[in-house]
C-alpha cells in the first residue's frame, strides 16, 4: 500500500502523518487521531453528521480526501469548548434541548457556528434553510432553532 | 415541590458528554487486536444460492476469515427465533419459517446477509467481500403484500403455503354483522398505509469479542450492540449459541436513535457473536447506510377494507377491517405482533364504537422484514378509524368535527371497556380536542382560508385523534398472545455511606433523558439533589435483569419499580431512624424539604438526615436487632394493564396547485401522558414524534420495484427524510388531568404520539383543502408530484 505524507492543525495541534491517500477526512479525524465526536451518519454527503470546520468552513469531511486538508486547520467538535466553558452554541444547544441521541449534534453544532458566522442575525426561516443539510431525526428540529436563536442572541 | 424533582424541567445531565465530542457509540469503542468485518448481500428479491466460491475472497490482502450460512449449520447455530408467536384463527398459531442469519440455500429478500468477511482493516473486508462469488439462481419475487396473498404468487416459504405468516382474528363477528344490518349509513374505504424506513441517524454497529477460557468478567462473549434492547439480544445470542444465558453478557453503550428498529434482534449480532468464538478476536461490524436501507426492519405496508356502520344521527354502531400486512421475508423479532395483537387492540380509538371484528393476514413477501417502528401499529389503526370518520362526515353531511363529537368515550364512561379487549382507565378525549381546535384557531380558519384563496393557495384543516397502547405491557396479556418473555422491569438501588444513590434498570435510553428524569423521580421520593444519583443502564453484566426501552415504557415500567424500590429504601430508613431517634417507628415521619430528605419524631424538631441515617446504615456501628447493614433494594414493576396514552392532532397546510407544493402552516399536538416528569424532555419527545409522522404523511415511502424487487429508494437521496426547512415549529401541550390509575407515578408513555396521529391528521388536512377542486383518492405520502398531478388530473376531469 502506497502512503503519502500529510500535515494539518487539528484543534490547535500540529498532526504529521502517513496515510492511504484514499483515507477520507473523516476517517482521518476518527481511525487515525481518535476524535470519535465527528460522527458518520451515510455514505451519500446527505446528513451532515460529519460536519467540520475547515479553515474556518463548515466543510462534510466525508467528503473530502484528508489529502485536500494537507496544511490547513481543522476544528472538530471536541476543540469548541475551552476547558470546562462550553461554547455558546453548545451552551444553546443544552439550555435548549436541542438535542437527544446526540448523533447529530456534533455536525448540527458545527453547521450552526458556521451559519452565524455568515449571518449573525438570521429570522426561524433562515436557520432552517441553513441547517437543511444536517439530518436530525429525533427534535423535529424545533429546539435545535431555538438553540441558534439563543446563541444569534447571546 | 423538590426543585430537581418531578414536574422541574431540569437540564440533561447527559448533554455536555454529546455536546463535547465524548458521546461513546459502539463504532467509536476499539478493542485491541479487533478485525473487521462486512457482510455479502444478496443482490435478488429471491433466489437459489447454487454456491459460494471464496477462494478469491480468502487471497484478497488481509482477509482472515470467510463465514456462509453452512459453516454456521455445521455448528449448529439456531434460527433466528421471533419474540412473539402470534396464535391465529382455529387455535393455529403462525407459520414462523426458520431465518437463518446467514442465509442457507435461498436468500428471500435484497439485502440479506449471506456470507460474512473478516479481515484487518475495514476497506480490506469490504474489498474481500466483493470478491465472494455467489452462483445465484433467481427466482420469481414477489414484493407487494396485495399480489403476494394472490393464489398464483411466488412462494417465500414451503412452510407458508399462500404467503400465510398468520391469520388473526379480533372482536366479535355476529354483533357487527348485526350492527351493519340496522345501520342508516354504511361507509367504506380501501387504504394503503405505505412502508417507511426508520433511518435512526446512527448506522447500526456491532462489536463481539469472545473467549474461550472466559475472560476476567466471566463471559463467554461480550457483544457491543446499537440497541434497544441488550436483555432480549443476550437471550436470543445465548439460545442461538446453546449457552447459559449469563454466560453472555450485552453492553449498549450510547445510541443514535432507536425508534423502534433497533429494538429488536438482527443476524449481525449472531454472527458476530458466533464468529468471535471461532476466531478467539475482537470483531466489529459497522453499517453503512446503504446496507441500512436494506438490512434494517422497515415498518408499516398494510392493505386495509374497513367499513363503518352508523345510525341516523351519526352515532358509531360497528366497525369492520380487514388487513393485508407485508411482514417481509420472514418473521422479525416482534413483526408479527405488530399488525396484529398491537394493532388491532387499538381500533376502536377515542371512539364509543359497540361492535368491532378486524381480520388480519400477515403475509409474506420478498422485502426486508417489517417491525416495530415509532406508533407500531398504532398508527395505522388511527389512520384507518380517521379515514372512515372523515369519510362518514362527507357520506353523511354531519360535520367532521361534531361527529367526532358525538362519539368520543366521555369522561365519565371511563373505566371504558372496548370490544377488542382493551379497558381504558382514563382519558378525556373531548377536553384535548377541543383544546386543540382552539389552540389551531378552528374558527378563525374559513377567513385564513379565502385569504389564501385570493392567493391562488389552497388550505386545508386537518384533525385526528389517537388512543395509543403505551407502557408496555402486563406479562399476563402478552403471554396471551405468544410472547416468549416477560415485559416487567426492574430498578435496583444501593445507596453509599455519603447518601448518594446508584439506580440499575433495565431499560435503555437513546435520547429520552433517563439519566435526568429517572433520578427525578428518586430524587422527589428519597429526597437528595440530583448529583447524588447515578443511573446504570445498558449493560447485562451490571443490570441481571431488564426489557428495554420501545413501546413508551420506560418511565411507566422502570420509573415505576424506581418507584418502588424507593419506597422499600425508605421503609427500611424509618426504622433505623426511629432506633436513632430513640423513637416509636409509628411517629418517623419522612419529608422532603427544600428537596432534602429528613426523618423527624412527628411534633417534635427531632430528626436525622438522608445522610446521616445512610452513613449509620452504611458503618453499621449501631443498627436495631436483625437489621442487615446497608440501603440496597430492587423492585419489579409488571403492570396489570397499559397505559392508554392519547392525543388530539390539529394542523393546517397551505397547497400551491402551481407546483403542487405543500407547506405546513401550523401543527398542534395536544397530550395526555398522565403525569408529566420532566416538560422539556417531554416537549422533545412530542416535537420528535410529530416530526417522524409528518414524514410518512409527506415524504418517506420505501418503494420497490414491483417486479424485480429491487429497492428503489436505498439512500438518503431518493428517501426523503423531514429536514429543518421541510418542518414547521409545532405546539405542543400536555393535559395532566387524568393521571394512570394503575401505575404510582400516574404516568402514561410519551414516545410516540405524534407518529400514530400525524398521517391521520396532515391527511385530513390535504383533502379537506383538495377534495372542493375534485381531488379523490390521494394518499401519502403528499409530494409535490403526487400532489400537482392529482391537482391537474381533477382539472382535466372537470373540463370533460
Known amino acids: 500500500m502506497t502512503t503519502e505524507s500529510i500535515s494539518l492543525t487539528v484543534n490547535g495541534q500540529p498532526r504529521r502523518m502517513d496515510i492511504d491517500p484514499r483515507t477520507l477526512l473523516v476517517q482521518l479525524i476518527r481511525d487515525h487521531l481518535g476524535l470519535t465526536g465527528t460522527h458518520v451518519g451515510c455514505d451519500t454527503a446527505q446528513c451532515g453528521a460529519c460536519t467540520v470546520h475547515v479553515d474556518g468552513r463548515a466543510v462534510k469531511s466525508c467528503s473530502i480526501l484528508a489529502l485536500q486538508a494537507d496544511g490547513t486547520e481543522v476544528t472538530t467538535i471536541e476543540g469548541l469548548a475551552t476547558g470546562d466553558e462550553l461554547h455558546p452554541m453548545q451552551q444553546a444547544f443544552r439550555d435548549c434541548h436541542g438535542l437527544q441521541c446526540g448523533y447529530c449534534t456534533p455536525g448540527m453544532v458545527m453547521s450552526a457556528i458556521e451559519l452565524l458566522k455568515h449571518n449573525p442575525q438570521p429570522s426561524e426561516q433562515q436557520i432552517r434553510e441553513g441547517l437543511e443539510g444536517n439530518i436530525c431525526r429525533c427534535t423535529g428540529y424545533q429546539n435545535i432553532v431555538k438553540a441558534v436563536q439563543q446563541a444569534a442572541g447571546a | ?800
Open chain 2, 1 to 800: 415541590m423538590h426543585p430537581e424533582g418531578i414536574g422541574a424541567p431540569v437540564l440533561r445531565r447527559e448533554d455536555r458528554r454529546f455536546l463535547t465530542g465524548r458521546g461513546q457509540y459502539v463504532s467509536d469503542i476499539v478493542l485491541e487486536g479487533e478485525l473487521h468485518c462486512a457482510f455479502v448481500r444478496s443482490p435478488h428479491a429471491h433466489a437459489r444460492i447454487r454456491g459460494i466460491d471464496s477462494t478469491a475472497a480468502l487471497a484478497s490482502p488481509g482477509v482472515v476469515a470467510v463465514y456462509t450460512g453452512a459453516d454456521m449449520a455445521a455448528d449448529r447455530v439456531g434460527p433466528m427465533v421471533p419474540l412473539w408467536q402470534i396464535p391465529g384463527v382455529d387455535g393455529k398459531v403462525m407459520n414462523e419459517p426458520p431465518r437463518w442469519a446467514l442465509s442457507r440455500g435461498t436468500a428471500r429478500h435484497v439485502g440479506e446477509a449471506v456470507a460474512l468477511v473478516v479481515a484487518t482493516t475495514r476497506h480490506q473486508a469490504l474489498d474481500g467481500a466483493e470478491k465472494v462469488e455467489v452462483d445465484w439462481e433467481p427466482l420469481p419475487a414477489t414484493v407487494d403484500v396485495r399480489d403476494a396473498a394472490k393464489e398464483d404468487a411466488p412462494q417465500l416459504h414451503a412452510e407458508a403455503p399462500g404467503n400465510l405468516c398468520v391469520r388473526f382474528q379480533r372482536g366479535t363477528k355476529a354483533p357487527v354483522d348485526e350492527a351493519f344490518a340496522r345501520a342508516a349509513h354504511k361507509v367504506s374505504v380501501e387504504i394503503i398505509n405505505h412502508r417507511i424506513i426508520c433511518a435512526a441517524l446512527e448506522p447500526r454497529a456491532v462489536i463481539a469479542s469472545a473467549s474461550a477460557t472466559r475472560g476476567l468478567d466471566g463471559h463467554a462473549v461480550t457483544i457491543w450492540s446499537a440497541t434497544q434492547v441488550p436483555h432480549h439480544i443476550r437471550k436470543f445470542v445465548s439460545e442461538q449459541l446453546d449457552l447459559p444465558e449469563n454466560a453472555v453478557r450485552v453492553i449498549a453503550p450510547d445510541v443514535g436513535g432507536g425508534f423502534g428498529t433497533k429494538g429488536k434482534h438482527y443476524p449481525e449480532e449472531i454472527v458476530l457473536a458466533w464468529a468471535a468464538r471461532k476466531l478467539e478476536r475482537p470483531l466489529k461490524w459497522v453499517s453503512t447506510r446503504s446496507e441500512a436501507f436494506v438490512s434494517d426492519y422497515h415498518a408499516r405496508d398494510h392493505a386495509t377494507h374497513a367499513e363503518l356502520a352508523l345510525d341516523a344521527d351519526g352515532k358509531f354502531l360497528g366497525l369492520r377491517v380487514s388487513t393485508l400486512a407485508a411482514v417481509g421475508a420472514y418473521v422479525s423479532t416482534v413483526g408479527a405482533a405488530v399488525p396484529t395483537t398491537v394493532y388491532t387492540a387499538v381500533l376502536s380509538g377515542p371512539y364509543r364504537i359497540p361492535a368491532i371484528f378486524a381480520e388480519v393476514r400477515a403475509t409474506f413477501t420478498n422485502t426486508v422484514p417489517t417491525d416495530a417502528y415509532r406508533g407500531a401499529g398504532r398508527p395505522e389503526a388511527c389512520f384507518v378509524l380517521e379515514r372512515l370518520v372523515e369519510e362518514a362526515a362527507r357520506q353523511t353531511g354531519i360535520d367532521r368535527i361534531e361527529l367526532r363529537r358525538r362519539n368520543f368515550i366521555p369522561v365519565g364512561a371511563m373505566p371504558y371497556a372496548t370490544p377488542v379487549g382493551p379497558t381504558y382507565d382514563t382519558g378525556d378525549f373531548i377536553r384535548l380536542f377541543e383544546r386543540a381546535l382552539v389552540l389551531g384557531d378552528y374558527a378563525g380558519f374559513p377567513a385564513r382560508r379565502a385569504e389564501a384563496a385570493k392567493k391562488g393557495l389552497i388550505r386545508g384543516f386537518g384533525i385526528a385523534y389517537f388512543v395509543e397502547s403505551s407502557g408496555v405491557a402486563p406479562s399476563k396479556y402478552a403471554g396471551m398472545f405468544g410472547a416468549r418473555a416477560g415485559f416487567f422491569d426492574s430498578a435496583d438501588i444501593r445507596v453509599a455511606a455519603d447518601g448518594s444513590l446508584l439506580v440499575m434498570c433495565g431499560t435503555h435510553s437513546h435520547g429520552q433523558a433517563h439519566a435526568t428524569t429517572f433520578p427525578q423521580v428518586l430524587a422527589s421520593r428519597i429526597g437528595v439533589p440530583l448529583s447524588m444519583i447515578e443511573l446504570v443502564e445498558g449493560d447485562t453484566g451490571r443490570v441481571p435483569y431488564g426489557t428495554g426501552t420501545f413501546g413508551s415504557r420506560s418511565m411507566v415500567i422502570a420509573g415505576s419499580a424506581i418507584y418502588m424500590a424507593a419506597e422499600k429504601i425508605l421503609v427500611k430508613a424509618r426504622k433505623l431512624a426511629a432506633h436513632m431517634l430513640e423513637a416509636a417507628e409509628a411517629d418517623i415521619e419522612h419529608k422532603v424539604v427544600n428537596g432534602l430528605g429528613e426523618f423527624r419524631v412527628a411534633g417534635t424538631d427531632r430528626k436525622v438526615t438522608w445522610p446521616e441515617v445512610s452513613r449509620a446504615v452504611t458503618y453499621a456501628h449501631n443498627l436495631p436487632p436483625g437489621m442487615e447493614p446497608v440501603l440496597h433494594e430492587n423492585a419489579f414493576f409488571d403492570p396489570t394493564n397499559l397505559t392508554w396514552s392519547n392525543g388530539a392532532q390539529a394542523c393546517e397546510v397551505e397547497i400551491d396547485p402551481a407546483t403542487g407544493v405543500t407547506r405546513i402552516i401550523s401543527y398542534i399536538g395536544v397530550d395526555d401522558i398522565g403525569t408529566v416528569i420532566n416538560p422539556m424532555v417531554v416537549d422533545g419527545q412530542v416535537h420528535g414524534a410529530i416530526a417522524q409522522g409528518i414524514g410518512q404523511a409527506m415524504f418517506e415511502e420505501a418503494v420497490y420495484d414491483r417486479e424485480s424487487g429491487q429497492l428503489y429508494t436505498g439512500s438518503f437521496m431518493d428517501y426523503t427524510l423531514p429536514r429543518a426547512d421541510t418542518l414547521p415549529s409545532f405546539i405542543s401541550e400536555t393535559d395532566e388531568s387524568q393521571p394512570c390509575t394503575h401505575n404510582p407515578l400516574g404516568v402514561k408513555g410519551c414516545g410516540e404520539s405524534g407518529t400514530i396521529g400525524a398521517p391521520a391528521s396532515i391527511t385530513s388536512a390535504m383533502r379537506d383543502a383538495l377534495e372542493p377542486f375534485g381531488v379523490t383518492g390521494l394518499e401519502m405520502p403528499f409530494t409535490p408530484n403526487k400532489v400537482w398531478r392529482a391537482i391537474q388530473q381533477a382539472k382535466t376531469k372537470a373540463a370533460a
